[in-house]
């Protein structure tokens, strides 16, 4: 071994760099690699997130926000289910499985909106509750915001809403009220802040713009690839604000 091998020499290396670094940022070291002034500007952009650029697309009223979202979603090989009440939802979600030739079976977790919807108006459906298995078709499950800047789900997983109904099944239905779209994602998040609160957030949120797809394979797009080949979004739009 080389004296240059030698472990201390490459640790006395390692610190020499890494100890340029810190004065470069005004960095202490022995403050658990913080300084307070650093740690006082994290803090601070925790506890007010500073906004980003708005596009100016989404500088909209709300019913302009959701057409924009419609559109954007449709644009994504997505289809857009409306209705007019959450008593419509059922059949709306009914109606679609038809016109695709799709099954009546579907399956969603313990959200409280989806558990109060009127299924019995709907004796077609065979309603399954909790997460999805192999043998599940078609999903269901409930975004807490849409993003219309690029017509994406914000989709929380928990217990409410198992995030094996959102990749797992060939077909997955969402359902999202209008008075949760909002126009960019900076918006969508601060949904989530308030449904969760100060520092918390769902195990994971899946951010969906449409059903799965690539173009890895040969500059080509596939519908499918690694989830749902197809994806149904029911907006309900006469919701209280």
């Known amino acids: 071994m080389s004296p240059i091998d030698k472990p201390a020499d490459r ?28 740690a006082a500007v994290v803090e601070g952009r925790l506890e007010n997130p500073v906004r980003h650029l708005t596009p100016e697309r989404v500088l909209k009223p709300r019913a302009d ?31 679609y499985l038809r016109q695709t ?8 977790g313990a959200d409280p909106l989806l558990e109060a919807l009127p299924w019995n108006l709907e004796p077609g459906l065979a309603v399954e509750r909790g997460a999805a298995t192999a043998g599940t078709e078609i999903g ?15 989709l929380a997983s928990g217990p409410d809403n198992p995030v094996t109904l959102t990749f797992m099944p060939s077909t997955h239905i969402v359902v999202i009220t209008s008075n949760d779209i909002v126009g960019p994602y900076e918006d969508g998040f601060q949904i989530v802040r308030k449904l969760y609160g100060p520092g918390l957030m769902p195990r994971t949120l899946n951010l969906v713009s449409g059903p799965s797809r690539t173009a890895d394979i040969g500059g080509k797009i596939v519908i499918g690839a690694h989830g749902p080949q197809r994806l149904a979004v029911v907006i309900v739009r006469n919701t209280a604000d």
């Not at 269901?140 to 914000?154: D, K, M, N």
């Open 11 to 38: 640790d006395g290396a390692r610190e020499a760099i890494l100890g340029k670094v810190r004065a470069s940022l005004g960095v202490d070291a022995t403050v658990d690699g913080q300084s307070g002034a650093r």
């Open 65 to 95: 926000l959701e057409a924009l979202f419609a559109s954007t979603l449709a644009a994504q090989f997505a289809t857009v289910l409306p209705a007019a009440q959450f008593s419509d939802v059922p059949g709306a979600i009914a109606t």
């Open 101 to 108: 030739s799709l099954g009546p079976r579907i399956a969603f």
């Open 140 to 154: 269901v499950s409930r975004a807490v915001a849409g993003a219309a800047e690029t017509g994406t789900l914000f």
